[in-house]
Nanobody
Framework: QVQLMESGGGSVETGGSLRLSCEAT????????MGWFRQVPGKEREAVAT???????????YVENSVKGRFTVSQDSAKNTVYLQMNGLKPEDTAMYYC?????????????????WGQGTQVTVSS
């Protein structure tokens, strides 16, 4: 059973930076994709950035348009950990951020493709 442990959320002012981390344990083998989604009350969970960490697509990333140039997704394979570096934060980035992982992910922006989810970490950006 894969488990995800997130860390790194918090409160910052506009223009500030945060780095989220997500460590995956219990992973065995095969293709694996990890991603960051965010959700605000009353809205659907949306993909922010994803990365294939294992398998033939390893290293392939996706970054949502509204955060391109500000957010970067990366991985440390030795630690089974993915990171979301968030710079130039804006109030509209305020949300609960969730780490997700799955072994059979074809469409990385669809939340239903992911089997495993972290507990979420709150990011709040004040103006």
């Amino acid at each position: 059973q894969v488990q995800l442990m997130e860390s790194g959320g918090g409160s910052v002012e506009t223009g500030g930076s945060l780095r989220l981390s997500c460590e995956a344990t219990g992973y065995r083998s095969g293709s694996f994709c990890m991603g960051w989604f965010r959700q605000v009350p009353g809205k659907e969970r949306e993909a922010v950035a994803t990365i294939y960490t294992r398998g033939p697509r390893a290293g392939r990333t996706y970054v949502e348009n509204s955060v391109k140039g500000r957010f970067t997704v990366s991985q440390d394979s030795a630690k089974n950990t993915v990171y979301l570096q968030m710079n130039g934060l804006k109030p509209e980035d305020t949300a609960m951020y969730y780490c997700a992982a799955g072994s059979m992910v074809a469409d990385t922006v669809r939340a239903t493709e992911y089997n495993y989810w972290g507990q979420g970490t709150q990011v709040t950006v004040s103006s």
